[in-house]
């Protein structure tokens, strides 16, 4: 008996030494390289399985966030745990319904003024992560286009460098450019102009930006599909457009996409000081997207419209001047010279930029997409029709997607 003694002790010896054995070749295998904490406060450390519930270990600043674009952007971000600062200068009652955006006590408001460089900086003080969706398509007495575009971006970016932000994620436009080809204003647009003038002045003040260029955006509330189904654009069941549209091509891009790649653009340390061009999967005519979209809209083509040249209809003209003159802080259905200007633009993509599948992102295709968003404009809306009532419009035409 007292020889097994030292026998069973062996093997007990021997289990022992082969599990932690183990344990110490599970524990020293790392599958990565850990991640440089820069700041060492516990508070900003990462939280929780992940969720709305949880804290990621982004804080993020979104200036602009009640904007079309900024409430997709401040829901994309609260669903991943992002603690969000949203600065708002107009009644604080416009923006608390982004409060459900995120858990308790995840996403605060503070007020500041564009050129209040005070207020931008305590709404900056706490966060890793500022997002600049400011924009403006047309001018308005106290604002003007370098006012927002070029020297907002570019305050924005300085104060964002001098707090120690670590990422600046800036939003242009796609046919950003610093010679566009006019169009309808012999000047051509001056929108694009002062967003590629602000591209370069963030650039200058924080290098390590990532800059956003979308094309055309639709969604709920756009300036796309909204736009054109407004009664001063499509007066009388008529369309006004530069060569009926034949001769503007365009690759809308879903507004969810273009949240979900700024998102995936913060989180992903590759993207430092990249552009980005956002766009949908299909290129089309632009008249070819309205007949279906309106042809989708009306459910029977005795419902349709009619398309022509906006060079030959003064009265159309004249009902631009008349916009611009009654409204000029905000001009009714978003009808101005400018827009007209730029909805005209065809698409232009530079050979070799990321876009959103180098971000993991699948863009949604117009076919699938549109239909529900018409749903609110569609002719008889309470009207149930049976299978097969009605026909199903055939999808618009693709042309090839070509660069620049």
């Known amino acids: ?19 932690s054995t183990s344990v110490a070749v599970q524990i020293c295998c790392y599958s990565d390289s850990p991640r440089l904490i820069k700041n060492d406060n516990p508070a ?11 804290f990621n270990g982004i804080v993020c600043t979104v200036f602009g966030c009640t904007g079309f674009l900024g409430r997709y952007v401040c829901n994309k971000l609260g669903k991943i745990g992002t603690q969000m600062i949203l ?11 982004l409060k459900v955006t995120g858990d308790l006590g995840q996403v605060l408001f503070h007020p500041f003024h564009l050129r209040d460089e ?35 971006a570019r305050r924005l970016a300085r104060l964002a460098k001098e707090a120690g932000v670590e990422r600046f994620i800036h939003l242009s436009a796609l046919n950003a450019s610093l010679n566009p080809t006019p169009i309808v204003l012999s000047q051509g647009s001056r929108f694009h102009k002062s967003k590629a003038e602000g591209e370069l002045a963030v650039k200058e003040e924080f290098p390590g930006a990532t800059i956003i260029r979308p094309s ?10 909204k736009y054109y189904i407004h ?65 989708v809209m009306r459910k029977d083509k005795s419902w349709g419209y009619s ?28 009808l101005h010279w400018e827009q007209i200007e730029i909805e005209h633009t065809s698409d232009k993509l530079i050979q070799g930029l990321p876009d959103l599948e180098d971000l993991g992102i699948t863009p949604t295709e117009m076919e699938d997409q549109v239909p529900w968003e018409v749903k609110p404009y569609v002719a008889y809306p309470y009207y149930k029709p049976e299978i097969g009532e009605f026909p199903t419009p055939d999808p618009p035409k693709t042309i090839p997607i070509q660069f620049a």
Do not use: H
Request: with cysteine.
């Open 44 to 54: 900003s450390f990462k939280r929780g399985t992940g969720g709305r519930s949880s």
């Open 231 to 295: 009664p001063l654009r499509s007066f009388l069941r008529s369309l006004p457009l530069w060569k009926k549209g034949e001769a503007t091509e365009k690759q809308p891009v879903a507004v969810s996409d273009v949240a979900a790649g700024i998102v995936a653009a913060i989180r992903d340390p590759n993207s430092v000081g990249k552009t980005y061009q956002f766009v949908g999967p299909k290129r089309y005519q632009l008249s070819e997207l309205l007949d279906w979209m309106f042809a």
């Open 216 to 225: 055309v955006v639709y969604g709920q509330e756009d300036r796309f599909i």
């Open 87 to 97: 600065p708002y200068r107009g009644d604080e009652y416009d923006v608390k319904r």
């Open 118 to 152: 005070d207020s931008i900086r305590k709404c900056i003080k706490y966060s890793n992560v500022v997002i600049n969706l400011i924009g403006r398509e047309w001018e308005m007495k106290n604002f003007k286009y370098d006012d927002v575009n070029v020297e907002g």
């Open 307 to 334: 398309r022509y040249d906006l060079r030959y209809d003064p009265f159309f003209m004249a009902r631009i001047y008349a916009n611009e003159l009654l409204s000029p802080s905000y001009p009714f259905g978003n």
């Open 1 to 19: 008996m007292a020889a097994l003694i030292p026998k069973s002790s062996f093997r007990i010896a021997k289990r022992q030494t082969v599990r």
